[in-house]
């Protein structure tokens, strides 16, 4: 179920209960450096991505939904 919500004159789109990161971050200001491309590939973010890759090694977690 794909929705949309809107905080005017901006919207967010939204699917089975996810959001757009990529909209979120455009409705907050949209800086590059607080971007979502580029917190994965931060510091930060790399260690958040490899403690999750070591807790969920090996269980069945659906692939992330991509939304243009």
Known sequence: MSQVITFD???IKQLDG???LNDL???A???Q????YEFLRSETGKALLDEL???FK???IPEPYIIN
């Open 9 to 11: 004159p901006q919207a």
């Open 18 to 20: 996810l959001y757009c």
């Open 25 to 27: 971050h455009r409705m």
């Open 29 to 31: 200001g949209g800086k």
């Open 33 to 36: 450096k607080h971007s979502p």
């Open 53 to 55: 890759e070591r807790e």
């Open 58 to 60: 090996g269980s069945k």
